[in-house]
């Protein structure tokens, strides 16, 4: 192999090392089981897509740090969480509180299914009872078995 390919895989097999690697000293394994579940719960303001926990952003640094000082000065998550919406928005949590601006992230996927079923459910009932009503009548059916007989015979009908 080249220098080069070797190089690349290399680098290809050693990208786990840019993870995020912080270690943060807490004073109880209560406050470092909440840093994480909070810390995967925020989403990177730029990011967009990751949690703070998983973002190489710098706010996303300060944000892990802010929510270490935060837990160790004794405050509780739904103080952190508001203090976060406060500075940032809605967006950066995942699961955002169910209030007037937010009302339509959550109710629009289930009233989307449920108008989904709905139509679904009348398609079917209009296709079944538009197959009962077309069926053809007696007279229809002898005059078809006519027609088939003379094509059999090799006359036109």
């Known amino acids: ?80 969480l508001a203090f976060m919406v406060e500075r940032y928005g809605e967006f950066v949590r995942y699961r955002p509180d169910v209030n007037s601006q937010t009302a339509v992230l959550w109710y629009f996927p289930v009233g989307a299914v449920g108008l989904g079923l709905l139509m679904l459910g009348l398609h079917l009932y209009r296709r079944r009872g538009a197959t009962v009503s077309d069926a053809p009548t007696e007279a229809q059916l002898a005059g078809m078995r006519e027609a088939l007989d003379e094509l059999s015979r090799g006359r036109k009908p």
């Open 1 to 80: 192999m080249s220098r080069l390919a070797v190089a690349i895989l290399l680098a290809l097999l050693c990208s786990h090392a840019l993870a995020v690697i912080e270690t943060y000293e807490f004073s109880s394994e209560f406050l470092e089981a909440r840093y994480y579940q909070l810390s995967q719960e925020l989403r990177c303001p730029k990011c967009q897509n990751q949690n703070i926990a998983d973002s190489n952003a710098p706010i996303a640094r300060d944000l892990r740090a802010l929510l270490h000082r935060q837990l160790e000065a004794g405050a509780s998550d739904d103080e952190i």
